[in-house]
């Protein structure tokens, strides 16, 4: 059974055209986190929320941004996708020290 | 951001062999956890240690968190086509976020 569900698995977007990407976990669990793949790298941490508070990382840039309704959902928003965004997103949570990751969304920017 | 020392980078060996990696940090942690990452998939936790000198087992898998809490290692035994993919260490130190290790790229020459 599925526990952290990323969709769409694949997105296409054209250069600048805002996009959207969601995650949700039957896990219930406090903390959620978006991750950013580039190819043959590991995860880079893009931000995360405790609960509500959201933790922005330092070099993320202002183009990403993070809306978590709920304890189960979890969104990321590119507000001008550059071609340098096209990668893997990963959306990961935990309760304690564990990170679960979900499937994944591959990003492609036109 | 910081990375861990994971190596080798790269492995290719032949089915039935066993197969060692490790991880080195240039500071403590107190939770390592591993990954196997298969290509278009997110990564899955594999082990997760808790304490220094504590030996996990997962079926034919081993992991162990180094004494000095600055490594760790992970052994695979007699392996298997299904083997194949990308591993990652990753270290956590109290709250901060996860440290990935640069990944392991395992390939089973037929």
């Known amino acids: 059974d599925a526990m952290v569900i990323q969709n769409p698995r694949y997105q296409v977007t054209q250069f600048g055209k805002p996009v959207t990407l969601s995650c949700s976990q039957t896990?219930?669990?406090?903390?959620m986190y978006w991750y950013q793949q580039k190819s043959s790298q590991a995860p880079k941490l893009l931000f995360h929320?405790?609960?509500?508070?959201?933790?922005n990382e330092a070099d993320t840039p202002d183009n990403f941004q993070s809306r978590r309704p709920n304890t189960s959902f979890c969104f990321l928003d590119i507000r001008s996708p550059g071609l340098g965004d096209a990668a893997m997103y990963l959306c990961?949570?935990?309760?304690?020290?564990?990170?679960?990751f979900g499937p994944g969304t591959r990003l492609t920017v036109t | 951001g910081q990375q861990l020392n994971q190596s080798p980078q790269s492995m290719f060996i032949q089915e039935g062999e066993d197969v060692s990696m490790n991880c080195t940090s240039s500071?403590?942690?107190?939770?390592w956890l591993w990954y196997k990452q298969d290509p278009g998939e997110g990564p899955v936790l594999l082990i997760a240690?808790?304490?220094?000198?504590e030996l996990t087992s997962n079926g034919r898998l081993t992991a162990q968190f180094g004494i000095t809490r600055k490594d760790s290692f992970l052994n695979i035994s007699a392996s298997i086509p299904s083997d194949v993919g990308i591993y990652f260490c990753?270290?956590?130190?109290?709250?901060?976020?996860?440290?990935f290790g640069t990944g392991t790229r395992l390939t089973i020459i037929p």
């Open positions: 896990l219930n669990h406090n903390v």
């Open positions: 500071s403590i942690f107190n939770t």
């Open positions: 990961a949570t935990s309760r304690d020290n564990e990170q679960y």
């Open positions: 929320y405790y609960d509500k508070d959201f933790n």
């Open positions: 990753a270290g956590l130190f109290g709250n901060e976020k996860l440290t």
């Open positions: 240690l808790y304490k220094a000198g």
